[in-house]
């Protein structure tokens, strides 16, 4: 498995998940991710150019500054965080929250789903909370930004996949664990409750594209992680089948959601191979 995931990427993927193979099943240099991610970085202390393959154009975007901060806190590195805290800063709202995507004035670079609403975004907030509370990161913006997080999972009562994986990501770092552990409780009766999970022939939450739906390792990607406690052994175990039979003949996985320009095929099926087996390293399904 590992040995044809080798050979996909070093046939299909960007230097960056070239790197990151290398480091995480190579024992390559962490360094090197580190250099990588850095060259997405603008100015203003956050990043664009394409990072998030959804996302075109070069300006900083909140997921792509996410994404590069779950990158650097793969490999160690915590020093670029002050500065992307900076630029988070200057698009938060007063209500401590970000949007899920700033309106750039070029519609024609994201995907139809990147969509400015001017509203405070849970699931962005929640993802770049959790990241900097994973890093052990202290920054006046993390701090309005937990609060806000706090507030609207108390309240939560609806919610959609990509939504309640964000959430539980913040709940795995955040600091009072008590409080996290009867949070992540309560979200997890809501996915059960509201079909967000699938556990087999599930349907895809309305909106999504036909198949794509979140499974047991969307949740918890590692045994860790709060969401482990969503789900039976049994589920569990059909799930990181069903994912190690996903392998394609070509070595990688590929993903459900929509290409909405040809190049995002050849970007994200490198980034869901990585994530693929790192799921089942995780529960040592390969070594």
Not at 79 to 90: G, K, N, P, S
Not at 136 to 152: K, M, P
Not at 252 to 272: D, L, Q, S
């Amino acid at each position: 498995m590992i040995e044809a995931a080798r050979s996909f990427i070093w046939l299909n993927a960007r230097v960056l998940e070239q790197r990151r193979f290398a480091h995480l099943f190579d024992d390559g240099p962490g360094e090197a991710v580190a250099t990588a991610v850095l060259a997405y970085r603008n100015d203003d202390g956050g990043f664009g150019h394409a990072l998030e393959p959804d996302g075109r154009g070069p300006e900083s975007q909140p997921l792509h500054t996410y994404t590069a901060l779950s990158l650097l806190d793969e490999v160690g590195v915590t020093e670029h965080a002050e500065r992307a805290c900076d630029f988070l800063t200057t698009i938060t709202h007063a209500d401590g929250g970000v949007p899920n995507c700033l309106d750039t004035g070029h519609d024609d670079l994201r995907a139809p789903w990147w969509q400015p609403s001017g509203d405070s975004d849970l699931l962005v907030t929640a993802l770049l909370a959790g990241v900097l509370h994973k890093m052990g990161v202290e920054h006046a913006w993390l701090d309005g930004a937990t609060q806000f997080c706090r507030r609207h999972l108390e309240a939560l009562t609806k919610t959609h996949p990509y939504e309640a994986a964000a959430c539980v990501r913040f709940l795995d770092h955040v600091p009072d664990r008590p409080r996290a552990e009867r949070e992540a409780e309560r979200l997890g009766k809501l996915v059960r409750e509201q079909g967000l999970v699938d556990v087999g022939g599930g349907k895809a939450h309305e909106g999504y594209a036909e198949g794509e739906t979140h499974k047991p390792h969307d949740y918890a990607p590692t045994p860790d992680s709060l969401a482990r406690r969503w789900f039976s052994d049994d589920e569990v175990n059909a799930d990181l089948d069903a994912l190690a039979a996903q392998q394609q003949d070509d070595g990688g996985w590929t993903f459900p959601w929509a290409a909405w320009t040809p190049v995002t095929t050849y970007e994200w099926r490198p980034i869901v191979t990585i994530k693929a087996l790192q799921a089942l390293r995780a529960y040592d399904r390969i070594s």
